[in-house]
């Protein structure tokens, strides 16, 4: 992922399309509506924290990077 991914919006179209998945089979995966990742794409809602959960255990990314873009600090 490149730092231009600034928004959950971007970062969910750019992990979606690199794991080479459409809206519909994410949607499936995830169990809500095609509009609903839509609107996440867009920026229109951020979604619930259980809608962001299971996108990131889809996804294979953490829920921290997906919100806010940065990689979790290992100690």
């Known amino acids: 992922m490149t730092k231009e991914a600034k928004s959950l ?3 969910l179209r750019a992990t979606r399309d ?3 998945l459409s809206q519909e089979d994410l949607a ?3 169990g809500c509506t095609v509009g609903h990742i839509g ?3 867009c920026g229109d809602t951020n979604g619930s924290v259980a809608m962001l959960a299971r996108l990131a255990i889809v996804l294979g990314v953490s829920m921290d990077w ?4 940065e990689r ?4």
Do not use: D, Q
Request: glycine share 10%.
């Open 9 to 11: 919006g971007t970062r």
């Open 18 to 20: 690199a794991k080479n």
């Open 28 to 30: 499936r995966r995830v």
């Open 39 to 41: 609107k996440i794409e």
């Open 66 to 69: 997906l919100v806010t873009g």
């Open 72 to 75: 979790p600090v290992k100690k």
